[in-house]
């Protein structure tokens, strides 16, 4: 059995981490923000610096206390071995795996991503710097062969491959989702530029990220595109504008309607997961009608932003990016999974 840390030092530890990330100097960050780009060229300065906020607002230490005064954290016991499989889609996408499989006191045996290994590897030195213990709960391996447990995240592809290599072991496997907006007609323009967060950060490449609207007239597209103007700074990366210019070319020649301002492309779509560069619109009819599609399709969305009179359910504009620590991916509580794990 390894030497356990105590709950508060767990918290302490990742409170602290977020302390340091919101006090980072810059000459470190700078270096950061270069290695993890020379890794993934998706990974610039503006993604890399949302990724740190996003996890300095996780760390708070009075959300880590909210979210975790549900929990019963065990103080000891025999620590699980818990697999986890991370994706690399944006900087540091599997931390909350890893954090919560650590907060529960279990050991996290760890395979990064290619494409996101340098600023996971960061995090955890960092944590450990904080807090030693944590040395000893954290494995960076190649293989995960042999562990109680499994979180595994990935495509629809690799989704099936997981289910069918760990399914027989208790596991959270998750494939695709995306995101997607309900605008009423009744959005501010700072609202509708709010929304061009939730579509353009990680140019996006996340799941979170917004690619499709529902609009409740045509009318609106043209008042979105306008309110898309601050972010035509996507087009000066040139994996983006390759994205954009391909799918505008397949238009053209397929003679698809669609509408463009330059570097972003708007399609009607009964689909969900737009290209990159792509954000895909469907015209609703009432809001009940609405309500009964994305009821439909709840197992494939992972965010739905909007006005918050929608629901209690609905993301403000400009907000899915940044997610509470009590916000778990595809809805399934991993703190909960992992503490039954004993």
């Given at each position: 059995?390894?030497?356990?840390?105590?709950?508060?030092?767990?918290?302490?530890?990742?409170?602290?981490?977020?302390?340091?990330?919101?006090?980072?100097?810059?000459?470190?960050?700078?270096?950061?923000?270069?290695?993890?780009?020379?890794?993934?060229?998706?990974?610039?300065?503006?993604?890399?610096?949302?990724?740190?906020?996003?996890?300095?607002?996780?760390?708070?230490?009075?959300?880590?206390?909210?979210?975790?005064?549900?929990?019963?954290?065990?103080?000891?016991?025999?620590?699980?071995?818990?697999?986890?499989?991370?994706?690399?889609?944006?900087?540091?996408?599997?931390?909350?795996?890893?954090?919560?499989?650590?907060?529960?006191?279990?050991?996290?045996?760890?395979?990064?991503?290619?494409?996101?290994?340098?600023?996971?590897?960061?995090?955890?030195?960092?944590?450990?710097?904080?807090?030693?213990?944590?040395?000893?709960?954290?494995?960076?391996?190649?293989?995960?062969?042999?562990?109680?447990?499994?979180i595994a995240t990935g495509s629809d592809n690799s989704a099936?491959?997981?289910?069918?290599?760990?399914?027989?072991?208790?596991?959270?496997?998750?494939?695709?989702?995306?995101?997607?907006?309900?605008?009423?007609?009744?959005?501010?323009?700072?609202?509708?530029?709010?929304?061009?967060?939730?579509?353009?950060?990680?140019?996006?490449?996340?799941?979170?990220?917004?690619?499709?609207?529902?609009?409740?007239?045509?009318?609106?597209?043209?008042?979105?595109?306008?309110?898309?103007?601050?972010?035509?700074?996507?087009?000066?990366?040139?994996?983006?504008?390759?994205?954009?210019?391909?799918?505008?070319?397949?238009?053209?020649?397929?003679?698809?309607?669609?509408?463009?301002?330059?570097?972003?492309?708007?399609?009607?779509?009964?689909?969900?997961?737009?290209?990159?560069?792509?954000?895909?619109?469907?015209?609703?009819?009432?809001?009940?009608?609405?309500?009964?599609?994305?009821?439909?399709?709840?197992?494939?969305?992972?965010?739905?932003?909007?006005?918050?009179l929608l629901g209690p359910e609905i993301i403000g504009f400009?907000?899915?990016?940044?997610?509470?620590?009590?916000?778990?991916?595809?809805?399934?509580?991993?703190?909960?999974?992992?503490?039954?794990?004993?």
């Open positions: 059995m390894t030497e356990g840390i105590s709950p508060k030092n767990r918290i302490e530890a990742f409170a602290k981490l977020g302390i340091l990330i919101r006090n980072l100097e810059s000459g470190e960050k700078e270096e950061l923000f270069r290695r993890a780009h020379n890794e993934n060229s998706w990974f610039t300065e503006t993604s890399m610096q949302s990724a740190l906020d996003g996890l300095s607002r996780i760390l708070e230490q009075s959300k880590l206390e909210q979210w975790l005064s549900a929990y019963a954290l065990p103080e000891e016991g025999a620590a699980k071995r818990v697999g986890v499989l991370m994706a690399g889609n944006i900087p540091g996408v599997g931390f909350h795996d890893l954090m919560c499989v650590l907060i529960s006191g279990n050991v996290a045996v760890v395979k990064l991503s290619s494409s996101d290994s340098f600023f996971t590897k960061w995090l955890i030195s960092k944590l450990i710097l904080l807090e030693p213990k944590f040395e000893k709960f954290i494995q960076i391996e190649e293989m995960l062969k042999g562990m109680d447990a499994y099936r491959y997981f289910n069918y290599y760990f399914g027989k072991y208790p596991s959270v496997i998750r494939a695709n989702r995306t995101s997607v907006a309900v605008l009423t007609g009744e959005e501010s323009k700072e609202e509708l530029e709010k929304l061009g967060l939730d579509i353009f950060l990680y140019f996006g490449l996340g799941c979170r990220n917004v690619s499709k609207i529902f609009v409740k007239d045509v009318a609106q597209l043209q008042h979105f595109l306008d309110a898309m103007e601050n972010y035509k700074w996507v087009a000066s990366h040139h994996k983006y504008v390759n994205n954009y210019d391909y799918n505008k070319s397949i238009y053209l020649i397929n003679r698809e309607a669609h509408l463009d301002n330059g570097f972003l492309l708007l399609k009607e779509s009964q689909e969900l997961v737009s290209p990159i560069a792509v954000v895909y619109y469907e015209v609703y009819e009432s809001q009940e009608e609405l309500s009964r599609k994305l009821a439909s399709l709840e197992s494939k969305i992972q965010c739905v932003v909007g006005s918050p400009g907000e899915a990016q940044y997610p509470k620590p009590w916000d778990y991916a595809d809805k399934v509580d991993t703190l909960k999974f992992l503490l039954e794990l004993s």
